[in-house]
């Protein structure tokens, strides 16, 4: 029992410390570029490949969506509620969730939290990550993007061993 209660104690500080880097990261980033750039300019990284372009996003993730307001606001809120709640569910129910499961969630949920800051703040997320073949984007897009893929894939993974 000491042992699930350990697991479950490194679980949570991995979780509360992943989410919290995100955020940080994410801020921290943003505040730059912005300080950085204006609203459209752009500083080529490696020419015609990756620039550094400062954009506002009034929709989700890409740019689709756009000026939808409050929409973008209240489904963050749900997701991080949910996200929150499946953690913490699976905790105190001694339900089977690895580590890969807890550091996926926890950078959704640091994504998640990182944009819908600049949504309440600016009414618009900062982007400013710019490969020119893919919309601009941002720390929290790519914890989430990453976040999801791990969580897809290990989802694959189970499937495959029913």
């Known amino acids: 029992m000491r042992d699930a209660q350990r697991q479950s104690t ?24 912005s300080g950085l750039l204006n609203f ?32 973008f606001i209240i489904i963050p809120i749900i997701a991080i509620i949910l996200l929150i709640f499946n953690i ?14 807890i550091i996926a969630f926890s950078l959704i949920l640091g994504g998640a939290i990182g944009n819908l800051i600049d949504r309440m703040t600016y009414g618009y997320v900062v982007d400013f990550l710019d490969f020119r ?6 720390i929290a897009d790519s914890a989430i993007t990453i976040g999801a893929i791990v969580i897809g894939w290990k989802c694959i993974q189970l499937s495959g061993k029913k």
Not at 133 to 138: A, G, K
């Open 88 to 101: 913490y569910y699976y905790r105190q129910n001694n339900s089977f969730l690895n580590r890969s499961y």
């Open 40 to 71: 459209g300019e752009s500083i080529p990284v490696i020419d015609h490949i990756f620039h550094f372009t400062l954009v506002h996003n009034t929709g989700i993730a890409f740019g689709l969506f756009k000026d939808q307001g409050f929409v």
């Open 133 to 138: 073949i893919w919309p601009v984007f941002n």
């Open 10 to 33: 490194v679980d949570i500080f991995l979780c509360v410390l992943i989410t919290i880097a995100i955020i940080a990261v994410d801020r921290i980033t943003k505040i730059f570029f």
